[in-house]
């Protein structure tokens, strides 16, 4: 038999944020095992957990500065500075981003 009704149970759905979607500590433990694959220098696989760590926590500095990074390491400065420019704008304050982003102009790209 058929729901009468089935779109409340869309409607919550929708309801939930992406950032509800995924607890503080899982956040954490995806971070940290990004930044082990970049100690690994394995950097697609680095790149992909950073990428969806952005899209559950958008306002965080970690992503951008896992993506930054990634591209620092591999001597993309101008990708390095773009992942690191655009999390400043998320993120003003950020120290870790400011100096990602200094250390990719040094190396004379301008963001």
Do not use: T
């Amino acid at each position: 038999m058929r729901s009468p009704n089935p779109a409340p149970s869309v409607q919550h759905a929708v309801a939930i944020s992406m950032p509800d979607l995924l607890s503080p500590d899982l956040a954490k433990s995806l971070a940290e095992v990004g930044f082990l694959a970049i100690d690994l220098k394995d950097w697609s696989r680095a790149q992909q957990i950073f990428s969806v760590l952005m899209g559950f926590r958008l306002q965080s500095e970690c992503p951008y500065v896992g993506l930054s990074l990634i591209e620092l390491l591999q001597c993309r400065w101008e990708a390095a500075a773009h992942w690191a420019s655009l999390g400043l704008a998320q993120v003003p304050g950020s120290w870790a981003l400011a100096q990602l982003r200094d250390r990719a102009v040094q190396r004379g790209v301008m963001p």
